[in-house]
């Protein structure tokens, strides 16, 4: 079993849905709780963390935790066509200078006018 | 103001050669990383430095030699390319680990 289980989708759906993006992950040690968005031929830009269990809500945008479940999940309200991009959820592990972080394979997301 | 650039940004060589790519960051960060992102969009950690020290060496063959001359720089050169080296290069930074601000990219073609 992989770290990090991310669908890669495709995701298609209608400008103003509401769009919900998942990870499962197996290892308990995780603490922080990534959502990184990837344009196309661009870098990945951090879209939000949280620690712990729990949510937040960063506009259109809301991190979900379930650490008893292993599940953490991302919601776009009123998706526009500019939230088109790939989404990848990311685990950080480890502590004491040796942290890294391990990523989900990504769900390409279109958002269509 | 660029935060972390990369260059160059597309890199098409054969195989057997020996390339280098080079990071720069400008925020000030004490941590940088180098992440391999394959044809499936898989990202994975490379290595990690820290104020010019490697902390993380994922099990990354040998052909591969970071180097960080500063703490604002991480450079990568690759020995020997091979076909399966071909991927997309991104660099990182960070002051805590789980804030990463990743450069632009280096698209690697190894023919």
């Known amino acids: 079993q992989k770290e990090v289980e991310q669908d890669p989708g495709p995701l298609s759906v209608p400008e103003g849905a509401i769009v919900s993006l998942n990870c499962t992950y197996s290892?308990?040690?995780?603490?922080?709780f990534m959502w990184y968005r990837q344009y196309s031929r661009k870098g990945p830009e951090l879209l939000m963390y949280t620690y712990s269990s729990g949510n937040k809500e960063d506009g259109r945008f809301t991190a979900q935790v379930d650490k008893s479940s292993k599940y953490i999940s991302l919601f776009i309200r009123d998706s526009q066509p500019s939230d088109s991009a790939t989404y990848l959820c990311?685990?950080?592990?480890?502590?004491?200078?040796?942290?890294?972080?391990?990523f989900g394979k990504g769900t390409k997301l279109t958002v269509n006018p | 103001d660029t935060a972390v650039s990369q260059t160059p940004k597309y890199l098409v060589t054969q195989m057997g050669n020996d390339k280098s790519i080079k990071c720069e960051q400008n925020?000030?960060?004490?941590?940088m990383y180098w992440y391999k992102q394959d044809s499936k969009k898989f990202l994975k950690i490379m290595f990690s430095y820290n104020n010019k020290e490697l902390i993380i060496n994922e099990t990354v063959p040998n052909r591969f030699s970071p180097k960080s001359p500063d703490k604002a720089h991480l450079n990568l050169h690759i020995n020997s390319l091979e076909l399966g080296d071909s991927a997309v290069y991104f660099c990182a930074s960070s002051q805590t680990s789980y804030e990463q601000y990743f450069g632009p990219g280096t698209r690697l073609t190894v023919t």
């Open positions: 990311a685990m950080h592990l480890g502590q004491g200078g040796s942290e890294k972080l391990v």
């Open positions: 925020l000030g960060h004490d941590t």
């Open positions: 290892n308990s040690a995780f603490q922080y």
